[in-house]
């Protein structure tokens, strides 16, 4: 069982920065990808961005040149910097990581855009 530990997550007005981290357990395997989905109030657990054990990224549009996701793969590390931030994307972000054969999620932490 991977356990995914996220931290970071809070209140920050609008335009700032906040810098997301998720730690996954050691395991046999390590994570094919690792990523972020937010979920808004009322609304659907999106994709935000996500990195293959490679390198590859992918983005959602509405964060795009505005968030960036990095890895290390030595710490099973994923961390997603948050610029330039709008009460948009005000929401629960969880933590991701794709396995063979099976995917985990975190708890999630919330992320609060006000003034």
């Known amino acids: 069982q991977v356990q995914l530990v996220e931290a970071g997550g809070g209140l920050v007005q609008p335009g700032g920065s906040l810098r997301l981290s998720c730690a996954a357990s050691?395991?046999?395997?390590?994570?094919?990808?690792m990523g972020w989905y937010r979920q808004a109030p009322g609304k659907q657990r999106e994709l935000v961005a996500i990195?293959?054990?490679?390198?590859?990224?992918n983005y959602a549009d509405s964060v795009k040149g505005r968030f960036t996701i990095s890895g290390d793969n030595a710490k099973n590390t994923v961390y997603l910097q948050m610029n330039s931030l709008k009460s948009e994307d005000t929401a629960v972000y969880f933590c991701?990581?794709?396995?063979?054969?099976?995917?985990?999620w975190g708890k999630g932490t919330l992320v609060t855009v006000s003034s």
């Open positions: 991701y990581a794709t396995y063979p054969g099976t995917n985990y």
């Open positions: 050691k395991t046999k395997f390590r994570p094919n990808a």
């Open positions: 990195i293959a054990s490679g390198g590859t990224t």
